[in-house]
C-alpha cells in the first residue's frame, strides 16, 4: 500500500509568491495533520483534519497560511504571500482518530523562500 | 510550544553499543510515542507505551515511561550505523488526538 504521499518534494520560489503544498493521506486514514519542521523551533503542528473538517489550526502562523480537505483523499496547504522566515519543511501526517493512533508521516515537502 | 524534550540533543557512539536517549515531559498524559527520522525523510513509528505500562520491549528497543517523574527513555541495544538518525518522543494528553513532539536527539552511529 503506499503512504502518504507529498508534494513538491523540493520548492523552490521567490519572495511574494504563493505555494500550494498537497498531501494524500493513506486510504482509510480520517485524520490529517500538518507540521512545519525547522531548526530553531522543531516540528510544530499547524493545522489538524478530522473527517475532512478543520479540529484544530491554533498553530497556523497567520492569515498567509490556509489549508483545505475538500475530500478525503486530498488536502493541500497554501502560502500567500509567502516570505523568507516561511522556509522549513512541511510533513503531511494521517492516522485513524483514536488516542493511540500512530501518525503515518510523508516524506515531507522542503521549502526555500528567497 | 513542545511537550516532550528529548535529552541529549546529541550523541555519538561506536557500533555496538547502547543508546539511550531520554524524554521529559510536563502534564499528565494518555501515551508516549517514539519516531524516527533519517536525514531528509519523513518520520516513522518506533513504539507506544500507555500510561499505565512501565516498560515495552521491540526487537532492540526498549522503552522505559515513569509517569511520577515525567519522563521517558528510549534504549537501543547492540546499535548499528543504520541506526543514526533523529529520535522524537511525542505525547497526548486528555482527550486530545494530537500528539505533541520534542525537538528530538540526534544519534550517530560510528561503523
Known amino acids: 500500500d503506499a503512504g502518504v504521499i507529498q508534494s513538491p518534494r523540493h520548492e523552490v520560489t521567490e519572495m511574494g509568491q504563493e505555494v500550494t503544498l498537497r498531501c494524500k493521506p493513506i486510504s482509510g486514514h480520517n485524520s490529517l495533520f500538518w507540521y512545519r519542521q525547522t531548526m530553531m523551533r522543531g516540528l510544530e503542528l499547524l493545522i489538524y483534519f478530522n473527517n475532512n473538517v478543520p479540529i484544530d489550526d491554533s498553530g497556523m502562523p497567520e492569515d498567509r497560511f490556509s489549508a483545505k480537505m475538500p475530500n478525503a483523499s486530498f488536502s493541500t496547504l497554501k502560502i500567500q504571500p509567502s516570505e523568507p522566515r516561511d522556509s522549513a519543511v512541511y510533513f503531511c501526517?494521517?492516522?485513524?482518530?483514536?488516542?493511540?493512533?500512530?501518525?503515518?508521516f510523508g516524506e515531507g515537502s522542503r521549502l526555500t523562500v528567497l | 510550544s513542545q511537550q516532550g524534550e528529548e535529552d541529549p540533543q546529541a550523541l555519538s557512539i561506536q557500533e555496538g553499543e547502547n543508546a539511550t536517549m531520554n524524554c521529559s515531559y510536563k502534564t499528565s498524559i494518555n501515551n508516549l510515542q517514539w519516531y524516527r527520522q533519517n536525514s531528509g525523510r519523513g518520520l516513522v513509528h518506533l513504539i507506544l507505551i500507555r500510561s499505565n505500562e512501565r516498560e515495552k520491549h521491540s526487537g532492540r528497543l526498549r522503552v522505559t515511561l515513569d509517569t511520577s517523574k515525567k519522563s521517558s527513555s528510549l534504549l537501543i541495544t547492540a546499535s548499528r550505523a543504520a541506526d543514526t538518525a533523529s529520535y522524537f518522543c511525542a505525547t497526548r494528553s486528555g482527550g486530545s488526538y494530537i500528539p505533541t513532539f520534542g525537538r528530538g536527539t540526534s544519534l550517530i552511529v560510528h561503523p
Open positions: 501526517a494521517s492516522s485513524i482518530a483514536s488516542n493511540t493512533g500512530e501518525l503515518f
